[in-house]
């Protein structure tokens, strides 16, 4: 038989009901719990109906049982089927040990099997890294309870570290861009030293040729006027 849904394994257990079936019959028809045909036969046929037709042919224990799976109270149970305190005691016992089972039935199902499967990985890990007692369970349980806090946190610190390693990334181009401005300014003052210092050479050069013109300039004019001089005495001598 394929996979069910809850509806369909209702009407399943439903059909199986009115045709006489037997909870292990139908537990195993529809792989579901003993619980779980009773919450369907409680809800399709009526408490009344269950007790009187569920518990014919049943031991007192196991009309006990029947009755603490329909949520019965013990006090209930032994004023119903008149019971003496200590057998319903062992009846409960014996339903709450059922429970314990019928809980491990629903794990063993095939919709279920991935959760065991993983169960048993988690037990075999318990195993391997020596934590047997309850208490160094509790504490990994609680690890992992807040585990996903703690990931939260790590994601947020990575994410502020990213930020501030974008920042010092750019920040470092910036860097780096107006490193070459400045290198660039510098070989242009570089350059514009250099032209200055050969202006200064060639202004130096220059005044030092004018200089050179004005002396011998004036020394053409003082020659010029000594001539002048010296023709004016002659012509008055002469005179």
Not at 13 to 38: D, M, W
């Amino acid at each position: 038989m394929g996979h069910l849904n809850k509806q369909e394994k209702q009407n399943l257990i439903i059909k199986l009901l009115n045709e006489g079936h037997t909870y292990r019959q139908i537990q195993k028809i529809a792989h579901v719990t003993p619980n779980f045909i009773s919450q369907i036969e409680k809800e399709e046929f009526g408490m009344q109906n269950i007790i009187t037709n569920s518990t014919t042919g049943l031991s007192k224990n196991s009309k006990a049982i029947q009755l603490f799976c329909n949520n019965k109270k013990p006090i209930e149970v032994a004023l119903e089927l008149n019971m003496h305190a200590n057998d319903v005691n062992k009846a409960y016992l014996d339903f709450m040990r059922l429970s314990g089972l019928d809980r491990f039935t629903d794990l063993i199902m095939d919709e279920n099997k991935q959760k065991l499967i993983l169960m048993l990985k988690v037990i075999d890990t318990f195993n391997k890294n020596g934590i047997k007692n309850i208490d160094s369970i509790n504490n990994v349980l609680i690890e992992i309870k807040y585990y996903e806090n703690i990931k939260q946190e790590i994601n947020c610190f990575s994410k502020v570290l990213d930020d501030v390693k974008f920042q010092i990334i750019t920040g470092q181009n910036e860097i780096n861009e107006k490193n070459k401005i400045i290198k660039i300014k510098e070989d242009w003052l570089r350059f514009l030293k250099s032209k200055q210092d050969e202006l200064k050479k060639e202004i130096y050069k220059k005044e030092e040729r004018l200089g050179e013109l004005q002396r011998l300039s004036k020394d053409i004019y003082d020659m010029e006027a000594f001539e002048h001089l010296q023709n004016k005495i002659i012509a008055n001598i002469e005179t």
